[in-house]
């Protein structure tokens, strides 16, 4: 059979070897650690489930608009409100199937064949793949981890070139956990407006930040309630530029990955194309999907929802401590989602390497970078950190025994 030739250039993640071997380990009676996995460990809140199994039995099974459903758009918007303080039109409010379905969306909004996006390295490795599903193409800022993973607009005025059509951040980002400044928000905005172009903000980890310092001490400020130096969202800016977008998503801070419902805003002035591209590629996100996101944003489960945030703040303190002592190097602490991304020991080999090696003797998953780009990636592997305390415990132990060429007890530990 003819594959179409862009089928060459995408490719399957390297932490898929990984997981596979896992579940071999598995079923060899190993218990595996996993920090390869990229979300929520605990199944999504009872609130939310009974909400989506409540609507399955009113019998909503049949399509919704394709923009959503008018509630949740309006819930959604109100969100901002509440926590951001920001005034949203719920007509600029497009539900979506997940981040991934609004990325797709905007991706075909805005790229023509052969057209170009800026993106930092790392980042999420999808990011590279939406333009290419459209002809266009990623070109990659090499992002350093001395400077915090940030993204400037110095890069993108160095990067943008004659097919140049926009940039694309994640804030805080995959895999490094980066928080961009408001400075640098505004900064990569206007450099994108200022060349005729948009700015994609993939606010995905929204929710998912704490502070610098490594101290479970002090009370984690309210959700939304950030730095002076911080927004919580691009919104929080100018309300959105007509040349901005974001995305975000149920995935993440409100623990929904697998029902697969994200949104997107977008200018007043797209949202009738927005429509017509959702009607055509997928009709409309999932239903039960939906009526479980709408149960997701009432006021009694946000504080579970923040309850979640605390218990990955001090895994992060502990992880990032952790690595720390046992010569990973993590120069900047991760100020939101829920990774890290540390720069293996000297005298280890490549992160592939490490990540296999790691599993087979030490039972501990995690994620070679190589799966996020090229720049570091062979020396950094991701430490995904959503794992209750006891676990990453047990994950520190295992390294450091694997680290000093202990042999370490794996076997129904
Ligand atoms: C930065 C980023 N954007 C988008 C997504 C897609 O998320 P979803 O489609 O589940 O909303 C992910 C998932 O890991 C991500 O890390």
Redesign the pocket.
């Known amino acids: 059979m003819r594959l179409a030739e862009r089928l060459r250039h995408i490719h399957s993640f390297r932490v898929m070897d990984i997981v596979d071997a896992a579940q071999r380990l598995e079923a060899e009676g190993h218990r595996v650690i996993h920090m390869e996995v990229?979300?929520p460990r605990e199944p999504s809140d009872p609130f939310i489930r009974d909400a989506g199994a409540a609507a399955l039995a009113r019998g909503e099974t049949a399509y919704t608009p394709a923009l959503g459903l008018p509630a949740l758009r309006r819930a959604i918007a109100a969100y901002y409100g509440t926590y951001h303080n920001v005034d949203l039109d719920p007509e600029r409010v497009v539900v979506t199937a997940?981040?991934?379905?609004a990325?797709m969306l905007l991706s075909a909004l805005l790229l023509d064949p052969e057209d170009e996006v800026l993106l930092g390295d790392p980042?999420?490795p999808?990011?590279r793949y939406f333009p290419l599903l459209f002809g266009a193409k990623a070109s990659l800022m090499s992002l350093s981890a001395e400077a915090g993973f940030a993204l400037t607009a110095r890069d993108v005025a160095k990067a943008w070139g004659p097919r140049t059509r926009g940039v694309v951040l994640?804030s805080p980002?995959?895999p490094t956990g980066a928080v961009s400044s408001r400075a640098a928000l505004q900064g990569l905005s206007d450099a994108a407006a200022s060349r005729g172009g948009w700015a994609l903000f993939?606010e995905?980890?929204q929710g998912l930040t704490y502070p610098s310092e490594l101290d479970d001490q002090p009370a984690l400020p309210a959700h939304g309630d950030l730095a002076p130096d911080r927004v919580g969202t691009i919104l929080s800016l100018q309300g959105g530029a007509d040349h901005e977008f974001l995305?975000n998503?149920?995935?993440?801070y409100f623990g929904m990955?697998g029902w697969?419902v994200?949104w997107l805003v977008a200018p007043r002035a797209a949202i009738p194309a927005i429509e017509k591209l959702a009607q055509n590629a997928y009709i409309a996100p999932s239903t039960v999907g939906q009526h479980g996101a709408l149960a997701a944003l009432a006021p009694e489960v946000m504080p579970r929802h923040e309850a979640r945030r605390l218990a990955y703040f001090r895994a992060r303190n502990r992880l990032v401590t952790g690595l720390r002592a046992l010569g990973f190097s993590v120069p900047v602490v991760p100020g939101g989602a829920f990774y890290v991304y540390a720069t293996l020991p000297p005298e280890q080999p490549d992160s592939e390497s490490f990540c296999r090696a790691l599993l087979e003797r030490a039972a501990v998953a995690a994620t070679p970078g190589t799966d996020f780009g090229v720049q570091g990636a062979a020396r950094s592997v991701r430490f995904s950190y959503t794992a209750p305390l006891a676990d990453l415990e047990e994950a520190l132990a295992r390294l450091e025994a694997f680290l000093a060429g202990r042999p370490v007890a794996t076997r129904g530990a």
């Open positions: 990229g979300e997940g981040a991934t379905g990325l980042a999420y999808c990011n994640a980002a995959n993939d995905i980890y995305v998503s149920f995935s993440k990955t697969r994200g």
